[in-house]
T-cell receptor
Framework: DAGVIQSPRHEVTEMGQEVTLRCKPI?????LFWYRQTMMRGLELLIY????????DSGMPEDRFSAKMPNASFSTLKIQPSEPRDSAVYFC??????????????FGSGTRLTVV | SQQGEEDPQALSIQEGENATMNCSYK?????LQWYRQNSGRGLVHLIL?????REKHSGRLRVTLDTSKKSSSLLITASRAADTASYFC?????????????FGTGTSLTVIP
């Protein structure tokens, strides 16, 4: 397996534009997580899915953020409209269990988003 | 917050020395995990220790867990320059009807060749 695949690796966009981040989890992993990492706030959980169903989206900062998981092999995180304070590295992770009790979470390489 | 806190925030040692990082957390846990993050990369799972375990080894890594003190430590023995990275502890907790992990703020380790 190629691991968790995220695209794009880097995204630079202008304020107000829509941004879509993509993630392909490891096949067979029932849980998918979206995290945001900044120097100020560290690693924050935004939302996670179990079997394609959103379980907890309490970490989604605003209505400008939305996430979908239309099938077991694909998820998107969308920001519309984007703002400079959304600039961060966004990670997708997948796991066999919610608490990673079998092998932990597997993270993708992240998408570095810069909103100017 | 259920988030763990690592200590120290930054650590610099010479190659060959041992590195010890600590993690404190606030609530009861089922298990605790340690992750490494190299600059510009995603987090990589290192080791998991369950609440009924006190110590666990994996290669040059040794993890201890003291549930009475709500703390864990990660020891890297005979450090190498390639161990330079940030290290995070993650503790499990309940949120929104499900279980998830909360990551700490990390310890930045620099191993000087």
């Amino acid at each position: 397996d190629a691991g968790v695949i995220q695209s794009p690796r880097h995204e630079v966009t202008e304020m107000g534009q829509e941004v879509t981040l993509r993630c392909k989890p490891i096949s067979g992993h029932d849980y998918l997580f979206w995290y945001r990492q900044t120097m100020m706030r560290g690693l924050e959980l935004l939302i996670y899915f179990n079997n394609n169903v959103p379980i907890d989206d309490s970490g989604m900062p605003e209505d400008r953020f939305s996430a979908k998981m239309p099938n077991a092999s694909f998820s998107t995180l969308k920001i519309q409209p984007s703002e400079p304070r959304d600039s961060a590295v966004y990670f997708c992770a997948s796991s066999l269990t919610g608490t990673g009790s079998y092998g932990g979470y597997t993270f993708g390489s992240g998408t570095r988003l810069t909103v100017v | 917050s259920q988030q763990g806190e690592e200590d120290p925030q930054a650590l610099s040692i010479q190659e060959g020395e041992n590195a010890t990082m600590n993690c404190s957390y606030k609530t009861s846990i089922n298990n605790l995990q340690w992750y490494r993050q190299n600059s510009g990369r995603g987090l990589v799972h290192l080791i998991l220790i369950r609440s009924n375990e006190r110590e666990k080894h994996s290669g040059r890594l040794r993890v201890t867990l003291d549930t009475s003190k709500k703390s864990s430590s990660l020891l890297i023995t005979a450090s190498r320059a390639a161990d330079t990275a940030s290290y995070f502890c993650a503790t499990d907790g309940r949120s929104g009807g499900g279980n998830q992990f909360y990551f700490g703020t990390g310890t930045s380790l620099t191993v000087i060749p």
